[in-house]
Each structure stands twice: as structure tokens, then as C-alpha cells.
């Protein structure tokens, strides 16, 4: 458990350059989204379902950040700011991810099966990004503030605009 908190204060230290002091990352809203999803994660995983609902609601509420329980999300993950932020279901985080404000990562039907994206590693997200449906983004891909994806996006690209 002290090995969780330290890599995560380390690495909100290492992602927001607007840190003066270290005990001012217990005041940012990912902090506290990150340690209810690790919670509402493991209910999940472990079927008791409502509890995991539960979590991630509350979690909502004090953070403007909704991260569903049955997503799965990698190492080094990074919500800057965050408000505004929601990640589906079946949604698919991988390893060194960061996203803005704004930023959803969402379905496109009630497909019970795989129906959010898939975010492979070192991908940045611009805040107001919306992704949606079962698609893959790409490893080393950036997505730009607004941006509106649709369709997979190639390792390594940049995505701007509409991409459908």
C-alpha cells in the first residue's frame, strides 16, 4: 500500500510542473478518482458489483471525474485537471496514458460485449477529446483538444478535427 501511494504521488509530481509542494497532490482531483477506482476496481473484479457502482458514483460527485469500475486501466496513467472526464465500461487504458479535461471515452450502443475504446500505450488525449465506440487509439498517438474520434487510429499519428 505505501508502495501505491509513493509511485502515485511520484508520478503526479512528475506529470504536473504546477506542483509547489508534494502534500498539494492530495488536493488534486485525480489523486482522489484514482484511489476510488483502485477500490471500485477490485469490488468489480470480485463481482460485488454494487459496491463498485457505489464507489465510482461517489467518486463522481466529489471529483467531476466518472471512471467506471469495469474499465481496466495500465502503469502511469495521468488525468490532468480532469473535470469533465468520463471513461465507459468496457473501456481499455494502456501503460503511460494522459488525458485532459473533458475528455470522453465512450460507447456508441448497448452492445453488452466490448463497446468504448481501447487506448493503447503512450497516447495523449487534448482535453474535450470525445472517442467513441470500439475502436483502437493507437501506441504513441496524440489526439487534440476537441478532437472527435470515430474510426482506429494507426500507432504513432496525430488526430485533429472529425476523424471518421
Same mark, same amino acid.
Given at each position: 500500500?505505501?508502495?501505491?501511494?509513493?509511485?502515485?504521488?511520484?508520478?503526479?509530481?512528475?506529470?504536473?510542473?504546477?506542483?509547489?509542494?508534494?502534500?498539494?497532490?492530495?488536493?488534486?482531483?485525480?489523486?482522489?478518482?484514482?484511489?476510488?477506482?483502485?477500490?471500485?476496481?477490485?469490488?468489480?473484479?470480485?463481482?460485488?458489483?454494487?459496491?463498485?457502482?457505489?464507489?465510482?458514483?461517489?467518486?463522481?460527485?466529489? /471529483? =467531476?471525474?466518472? &471512471?467506471?469500475?469495469?474499465? *481496466? %486501466? @495500465?502503469? !502511469?496513467?495521468?488525468?490532468? +485537471? #480532469? /473535470? =469533465?472526464?468520463? &471513461?465507459?465500461?468496457?473501456? *481499455? %487504458? @494502456?501503460? !503511460?496514458?494522459?488525458?485532459? +479535461? #473533458?475528455?470522453?471515452?465512450?460507447?456508441?450502443?448497448?452492445?453488452? %460485449?466490448?463497446?468504448?475504446?481501447?487506448?493503447?500505450?503512450?497516447?495523449?488525449?487534448?482535453?474535450?477529446?470525445?472517442?467513441?465506440?470500439?475502436?483502437?487509439?493507437?501506441?504513441?498517438?496524440?489526439?487534440?483538444?476537441?478532437?472527435?474520434?470515430?474510426?482506429?487510429?494507426?500507432?504513432?499519428?496525430?488526430?485533429?478535427?472529425?476523424?471518421?
Amino acid at each position: 500500500m505505501v508502495k501505491f501511494f509513493k509511485n502515485l504521488f511520484l508520478l503526479i509530481k512528475t506529470k504536473d510542473p504546477a506542483i509547489h509542494r508534494g502534500i498539494e497532490i492530495i488536493l488534486y482531483p485525480f489523486f482522489k478518482v484514482y484511489i476510488y477506482y483502485k477500490i471500485a476496481h477490485f469490488f468489480y473484479i470480485h463481482k460485488l458489483y454494487f459496491l463498485a457502482r457505489f464507489l465510482s458514483e461517489r467518486a463522481k460527485v466529489r /471529483t =467531476g471525474i466518472e &471512471i467506471h469500475p469495469g474499465a *481496466i %486501466i @495500465g502503469k !502511469n496513467f495521468f488525468i490532468d +485537471h #480532469g /473535470t =469533465g472526464v468520463v &471513461i465507459g465500461e468496457t473501456t *481499455i %487504458i @494502456g501503460d !503511460n496514458v494522459m488525458l485532459f +479535461h #473533458g475528455v470522453t471515452l465512450g460507447g456508441v450502443d448497448a452492445n453488452p %460485449i466490448k463497446r468504448h475504446p481501447t487506448i493503447e500505450d503512450n497516447v495523449v488525449i487534448g482535453a474535450g477529446a470525445i472517442i467513441l465506440g470500439n475502436i483502437t487509439v493507437g501506441a504513441n498517438s496524440r489526439i487534440g483538444a476537441g478532437a472527435i474520434v470515430l474510426k482506429d487510429v494507426p500507432p504513432n499519428r496525430t488526430v485533429v478535427g472529425v476523424y471518421k
